[in-house]
């Protein structure tokens, strides 16, 4: 298996830009999480899917932000208006059984809103 | 916050050394879990222990749980320069419906000198 696929890999962007983030999970797995990571405030859950359906967005900062999972194979998470505090490496892991065994995670995006 | 707080925050060590990192989280959880981030990538699983266990053993990683003291700590024996990278402990803490509620803590930095 390739893994959890991220793209793109680097993005940068101008402010008020609109910018989708895509993940591919692990064939299988049945949860999706989004995370986020900075310097300041480590890796914070954004929102997680069990097959398909969004769980928990609660971590979601604003309403600038949402995600979808169109399918098991597929989600994306989505800024609009892109501001700099976005700016951040974007995580997408996947896991079995809710991650009772451990995620498996992406390489990351890492965003920059200039 | 139930987030973990990895202690110490960085820490440097010659190679064959062991290399000790601690983790205090604040509430009562199902499962510990220790992960590795090589820089620029993302997040690698490494072991897990569940809430009932008190040690477990994977190859050169050694992993503690005391849930008495709400902490854990990773040890690597013999350490490696490819060891260099970042450890995070991650709690789970979700309820038994299976909702998840994982929580990464901020991380030690491990270098590790030939």
């Known amino acids: 298996d390739a893994g959890v696929i991220q793209s793109p890999r680097h993005e940068v962007t101008e402010m008020g830009q609109e910018v989708t983030l895509r993940c591919k999970p692990i064939?299988?797995?049945?949860?999706l999480f989004w995370y986020r990571q900075t310097m300041m405030r480590g890796l914070e859950l954004l929102i997680y899917?069990?097959?398909?359906?969004?769980?928990?967005d609660s971590g979601m900062p604003e309403d600038r932000f949402s995600a979808k999972m169109p399918n098991a194979s597929f989600s994306t998470l989505k800024i609009q208006p892109s501001e700099p505090r976005d700016s951040a490496v974007y995580f997408c892991?996947?896991?079995?059984?809710?991650?009772?065994?451990?995620?498996?995670f992406g390489s990351g995006t890492r965003l920059t809103v200039v | 916050s139930q987030q973990g707080e990895e202690d110490p925050q960085a820490l440097s060590i010659q190679e064959g050394e062991n290399a000790t990192m601690n983790c205090s989280y604040k509430?009562?959880?199902?499962?510990l879990q220790w992960y590795r981030q090589n820089s620029g990538r993302g997040l690698v699983h490494l072991i897990l222990?569940?809430?009932?266990?008190r040690e477990k053993h994977s190859g050169r990683l050694r992993v503690t749980l005391d849930t008495s003291k709400k902490s854990s700590s990773l040890l690597i024996t013999a350490s490696r320069a490819a060891d260099t990278a970042s450890y995070f402990c991650?709690?789970?803490?979700?309820?038994?419906?299976?909702?998840?509620?994982?929580?990464f803590g901020i991380g030690t930095k491990l270098q590790v000198i030939p």
């Open positions: 892991a996947s896991s079995l059984v809710g991650g009772f065994l451990g995620y498996t």
């Open positions: 064939s299988g797995h049945d949860y």
């Open positions: 899917f069990n097959n398909n359906v969004p769980i928990d």
């Open positions: 509430t009562s959880i199902n499962n």
């Open positions: 222990i569940r809430s009932n266990e």
């Open positions: 991650a709690t789970d803490w979700g309820d038994s419906g299976g909702y998840q509620k994982v929580t």
